[in-house]
């Protein structure tokens, strides 16, 4: 069973950067659709970025121009670049797999992380 474990969130100002990082273990990660998943204060789990084995990315609309979302399967890694962040980017970010194309839907998702909270002061 694939294991996934995030990183790299934390509390910055508005304006300010952060790139969050997902390693994956027990299972190579080259077949499989990666994507993120945000979950603000008191809301479901949404669609942030998602990318194909074969690297193409798709963005909600939210983040397009913001985010940029790349993988490393040489390292089992995928990444959140996230630039420009603002007050409501503020949530628990989770990475998550799938064995098909990018959905939007997490109920569509095989494996979850246990999340990384991103916290953006104004």
């Known amino acids: 069973q694939v294991q996934l474990a995030e990183s790299g969130g934390g509390l910055v100002q508005a304006g300010d950067s952060l790139r969050l990082s997902c390693v994956a273990s027990?299972?190579?990660?080259?077949?499989?659709?990666m994507a993120w998943f945000h979950q603000p204060p008191g809301k479901g789990r949404s669609f942030v970025a998602g990318?194909?084995?074969?690297?193409?990315?798709t963005y909600a609309d939210a983040v397009k121009g913001r985010f940029t979302i790349s993988r490393d399967n040489a390292k089992n890694t995928v990444y959140l670049q996230m630039n420009s962040l603002k007050p409501e980017d503020t949530a628990v970010y989770y990475c998550?797999?799938?064995?098909?194309?990018?959905?939007?839907?997490?109920?569509?998702?095989?494996?979850w992380g246990q999340g990384t909270q991103v916290t953006v002061s104004s």
């Open positions: 998550a797999i799938r064995f098909a194309v990018v959905a939007f839907d997490p109920s569509q998702y095989d494996s």
């Open positions: 027990g299972h190579t990660l080259s077949y499989y659709t």
């Open positions: 990318i194909s084995n074969g690297g193409r990315p």
